[in-house]
């Protein structure tokens, strides 16, 4: 018992020991930073004052009120995306974001070549779907392919419009 209690003093000395060392490094590093110029601070932003808006409707429809079941019908007498078929992979990007590489005319076809962001480029003809707005390739030439996109009219309805997807130069 008594060695155990003699080697926990020692390690005790030892621990308080390493304590006791000089701390001149910290004092100068402290009396270093307090002697420092302090930056000077920007003052605080003002904040503007809170404006009203009053919503004047005149011959607006109402934002708050449910569509009525006449612009229910129009809208759905419009044309509309087919939701059940299956979607191509360029139909995961932008428009913008895809490039026409080239065309290849192979027979009677002719296909457009059109590479993705990720890198990988995809042989396409009429018929293929690509954007993320159901474009439909209606057309390819030697420097552009033709589409027709739906996108939403705001009304609950869809509006067909053409774009196309020029050749890089």
Not at 32 to 48: C, L, M, N
Request: with cysteine; hydrophobic share 40%; glycine share 10%.
């Amino acid at each position: 018992m008594s060695i155990r209690l003699a080697a926990g003093s020692l390690l005790s000395l030892l621990l308080l020991a390493g304590c006791g060392r000089g701390m001149e490094d910290l004092e100068a590093y402290v009396t270093e930073v307090k002697s420092r110029k302090s930056a000077r601070v920007d003052p605080i932003p003002q904040i503007k004052q809170y404006e009203s808006f009053t919503y004047e409707i005149g011959s607006r429809r109402d934002p708050f009120v449910a569509v009525a079941p006449e612009q229910k019908q129009a809208a759905s007498a419009g044309p509309k995306p087919d939701l059940n078929r299956n979607r191509e992979p360029l139909e995961e990007f932008p428009l913008d974001a895809l490039v026409m590489q080239g065309i290849i005319r192979y027979g009677s076809g002719t296909f457009a070549l059109v590479k993705a962001p990720d890198g990988v480029i995809h042989r396409i003809t009429v018929g293929n779907h690509l954007g993320q707005n159901y474009g439909e390739v209606t057309a390819i030439a030697e420097t552009e392919i033709q589409l027709s996109e739906l996108v939403p009219d705001g009304f609950g309805g869809w509006v067909q419009r053409p774009a196309v997807l020029a050749l890089k130069e």
